[in-house]
């Protein structure tokens, strides 16, 4: 079993299109991220979520919003893509959200074309 | 951010350690250390963390100066597997998760 799994790992999509990922973490974890890398492989934080709360939101924008529906979950849905947002989202967990070691998915490689 | 500073690449032979460094001049007392590695095409993997003794696991080492100014990770073995990007990460509680991923070290391992 994956302990942090992503869908889909591959998306390709047309600008100004609206798209989610999913993410899901069976590890019983109360944090979960998502990280953008982006062309240059910077690996930035986008949001974290404790408790299905939100407690990052890390200037990223509202294009973009997270979705966490149970402590489980945590989506991501992009709105009006653009060429820019192109890049692997990483969805991630930990146990708190302090300094528990972090558990990363596998990525998703969004292309927008 | 917290600043690392590591060196942009590294070479190893397979079967020999590797020693690879980091400074973190500005590091703060409650900051801990962390190593996180990134295998081709995959997401970040934990490696190891210390706060200010050495620390050894499974995966590797972790060696920390005295004045916790700079560390070292230090691969016992390097395999062909432990061909990554290797980043040292600065964490306290402050920071809620956030890790702060430099340009990290590359690390080639030839056969």
């Known amino acids: 079993d994956t302990a942090v799994s992503q869908t889909p790992k591959y998306l390709v999509t047309q600008m100004g299109n609206d798209k989610s990922i999913k993410c899901e973490q069976n590890?019983?974890?109360?944090?979960m991220y998502w990280y953008k890398q982006d062309s240059k492989k910077f690996l930035k934080i986008m949001f974290s979520?404790?408790?299905?709360?939100?407690?990052i939101n890390e200037t990223v924008p509202n294009r973009f919003s997270p979705k966490s529906p149970d402590k489980a979950h945590l989506n991501l849905h992009i709105n009006s893509l653009e060429l820019g947002d192109s890049a692997v989202y990483f969805c991630?967990?930990?146990?708190?959200?302090?300094?528990?070691?972090?558990?990363f998915g596998e990525g998703s490689w969004l292309t927008v074309v | 951010d917290a600043k690392t500073t590591q060196p942009n690449s590294m070479e190893s032979n397979e079967e020999e350690p590797v020693h690879l460094p980091c400074n973190h001049s500005?590091?703060?007392?409650?900051?801990?250390i962390h190593w996180y590695r990134q295998l081709p095409s995959q997401g970040p993997e934990y490696v190891i963390h210390?706060?200010?003794s050495n620390v050894n696991n499974r995966m590797a080492s972790l060696a920390i100066a005295e004045d916790r100014k700079s560390s070292t990770l230090i691969l016992h073995r390097a395999t062909l597997r432990d061909a990554a990007v290797y980043y040292c990460?600065?964490?306290?509680?402050?920071?809620?998760?956030?890790?702060?991923f430099g340009r990290g070290t590359q690390l080639t391992v030839w056969p």
């Open positions: 991630a967990s930990s146990q708190d959200s302090a300094t528990a070691t972090i558990y």
């Open positions: 590890l019983g974890h109360d944090t």
């Open positions: 979520y404790n408790n299905k709360e939100l407690i």
């Open positions: 500005t590091i703060s007392g409650t900051d801990y």
């Open positions: 210390g706060l200010t």
């Open positions: 990460i600065l964490r306290d509680v402050s920071t809620l998760g956030r890790l702060y």
